[in-house]
């Protein structure tokens, strides 16, 4: 929009802004989601009801880019501003800006907590239990992992992520992982229970079936890298040939060694074989080739 003679940047921005609400209720309302109303995501989550185990669902736009990285687990985080994210399409632009998100452990934790909250209605609270939670991700129950979590935790609420989809809803609007949460500590002051609130605007990322469902048991039993082909390869139906520099980009990997990558790419070639979550999973000419019957559009 620009502007015209008498408006202000602020101007252009609140308009800009209405353009943005307007746009993402058209898309809800095209998807039969009433924008207005309260919304839980297991009513669009196929054969979940009444199942708590079998499936986690990840947004193809979150699937499809660094969001959550396979950086090595001892290097330190870092820190990061309004930067732009790595996306497999060039179409569709992901903001981010917090602590970097990693596959090895927050992609996990963050599945799981939708996981807990998916039959409550968007918006509206919900309570689990660190020991629980621990349990569900397939990490020991002792004093580290339960740190470990509680640090995810923290890491998907300090967050906030602004994804373009020109092709779709347009702007996402500014969303943070986890909206909020409050706890009940034990005597030492940590959190032991959690109550947590899910944006309502998240529902726009999952809406007309724009989301990967994985297999939970063999998912998280995945090495990260591993965890990020299984990303890409079943938010496809049928994935295209996918370069393994640009796999590398989607991991936000530092590892610019060629021969070394083609290596760790294919060792994660085979896990995925393994688990049955691709049934040709290779690499040819620096090329992942991979089939599946599993992933979505």
Not at 28 to 37: A, C, D, Q, Y
Not at 164 to 185: C, D, F, H, P, V
Request: glycine share 6%; proline share 5%.
């Amino acid at each position: 929009m620009k502007p015209v003679t008498g408006e202000t940047k602020e101007d252009v921005a609140k308009g800009n802004g209405q353009m943005d609400r307007l746009r993402r209720q058209s898309y809800l309302n095209s998807r039969g989601i009433k924008p207005r109303e309260q919304f839980q995501l297991d009513l669009i989550f196929p054969d979940t009801i009444g199942d708590r185990k079998g499936k986690r669902h990840i947004p193809n736009d979150y699937a499809r880019s660094s969001l959550f990285t396979a950086s090595n687990k001892r290097a330190p985080r870092t820190s990061l501003m309004r930067a732009k994210l790595f996306h497999y399409s060039e179409s569709i632009s992901v903001i981010y800006t917090g602590s970097e998100l990693r596959a090895e452990d927050d992609e996990l934790i963050w599945l799981q907590i939708l996981n807990y909250g998916q039959s409550v209605p968007l918006g509206e609270p919900f309570d689990f239990s660190i020991k629980d939670l621990v349990v569900a991700v397939g990490w020991h129950k002792n004093g580290r992992y339960y740190d470990k979590a509680r640090e995810c935790i923290s890491r998907l609420k300090a967050n906030e992520i602004m994804v373009r989809n020109e092709s779709a809803y347009g702007n996402s609007g500014a969303i943070s992982l986890i909206y909020k949460y409050t706890t009940k500590n034990d005597e030492e002051g940590k959190p032991v229970n959690y109550r947590v609130w899910i944006d309502p605007g998240l529902i726009v990322l999952f809406a007309g079936n724009t989301f990967t469902s994985h297999n939970w048991e063999k998912y998280r039993t995945l090495s990260p890298v591993a965890r990020r082909l299984a990303d890409y390869v079943e938010s496809h139906k049928h994935p295209y040939p996918l370069p393994i520099a640009k796999f590398r980009d989607m991991c936000a990997s530092p590892n610019k060694n060629l021969r070394s990558w083609r290596q760790v790419v294919r060792k994660a070639c085979d896990e995925i074989r393994a688990a049955g979550i691709a049934g040709i999973a290779n690499v040819t000419d620096d090329f992942i080739v991979c089939s599946t019957s599993l992933g979505r559009v």
